[in-house]
């Protein structure tokens, strides 16, 4: 199943300056028994989301009408603990294409590329830079351009480059996942092939 194609992203954003963001707070353990993608934006920082009794936390920034957009700028060191995917399922199924923050673990970043969601390493310095903005107007928007690997600030105009894997950078340019990748190369493996054959 192809992923959605991603080129340019402007949108506000909900900040969330917190460390050590773990999957297990993006998604609890006991909603993992599902073996498909859908539903699992609801229940995406569940125990942060909600009280015992079930009631949105009034304190939580997803329950804060004032916030909202296509990007999460996080804390650092966002997505560590256990290596599960459905935490990129989760924010994808929320509505969410990117993510900020100024380190990610390694496996999650993995994760999110294969599920459409890119995450945008910055600087400690520039992620400040953002938190500001949005502390000062929570309409503040960010622009992610991802063919000149670029995410700009857009009511200052500050802006800072990002590195992304350079198969995974096309794969979302094109609107490809892994599978998608191989078959728009049908042509190409067949012909190495029929080389390969006389050889």
Known sequence: MSIDKFVTL????????????????????????????????DNLFFDWRYDKAGQPKADFVLNNPKYSGQIIVAGKNFGSGSSREHAAWAIA?????????????????????????????????????????????????LTINLEKQTITIVATGESESFEINAYKKSCLLNEYDDIDYLINLKDEIEAWEKQAIRF
Do not use: C, H, M, W
């Not at 993006?26 to 699992?40: H, N, Q, S, V, Y």
């Open 10 to 41: 402007n949108s506000t954003v909900v900040p969330l300056p917190i460390e050590n963001v773990d999957t297990d707070q993006i998604i609890p353990a006991r909603f993992l028994k599902a073996t498909t993608k859908e539903g699992f934006g």
């Open 93 to 141: 199924g929320y509505g969410f294409k990117a993510v900020v923050s100024s380190f990610f673990a390694d496996i999650f970043r993995g994760n999110s590329l294969n599920n459409g969601v890119l995450p945008v390493q910055v600087s400690d310095a520039f992620l400040a830079k953002i938190f500001k903005a949005v502390d000062a107007d929570a309409t503040a928007e």
